[in-house]
């Protein structure tokens, strides 16, 4: 088992086989424990005990917080990042560390599901009394058919994705994250076009 391979570790040196399994395990261990914490996270917003930090988040600030964790999946799946934001004081209203988690979600699909040589591109912009984030990209695209469907807990699109597969609550969890903040998540996709998902939440009165 895990525990004998470990022992047999410290005694001697791994083979490349016990080490790819070792690999094997610490990937479904990760998996599964990211599946227990997004389940939390589901199950307390639906329940109404999810605690929110609301308060005045300039966008620019969080465009810059993502754009790190995100650059180096685009630059390895070699895809160009954009960012387009024509006002620096432009701010919403929210939960600073939950639009984090929804930006790295819709990014990290974003990056997934374009190939190479592709665009993903963040639009920032003011509309009305809300604040609008836009992640367009330039891959497979989503069936009409499918688009709600995408918001669903455990779907998930292209199971032969090369990239790899997530738990199927990324999207589900956003779109609540969103609405819980007065917000909302929306997408429009074709198949072979592209999607663009839309990220609106209640713009602050100091926001321009």
Known sequence: GYAALLDEGIRGPLTDGQREYIDRIRHSQNHFLSLVNELLDLAKIESGQFVLRVGTVPVQSVLEAVHPMIEPQARASHLRLETVLDDPALAFQADRERVEQIMLNL??????????????????????????????????????????????????????????????????????????????????????????????????????
């Open 107 to 208: 990014l990290s699909n974003a990056v997934k599901f374009t190939p190479a040589g592709g665009v993903v591109r963040v639009i920032a912009a003011p509309v009305s009394d809300a604040v609008s984030l836009q992640v367009q990209d330039t891959g497979v695209g989503i069936p009409a058919g499918k688009l709600e469907a995408v918001f669903e807990p455990f779907v998930q699109l292209e199971p032969s994705q090369p990239r790899g597969r997530g738990t199927g609550l990324g999207l589900a969890i956003s779109r609540e994250l969103a609405r819980v903040m007065h917000g909302d998540l929306t997408v429009e996709s074709a198949r072979g076009q592209g999607s663009t998902f839309t990220l609106r939440l209640p713009r602050a009165r100091s926001g321009r």
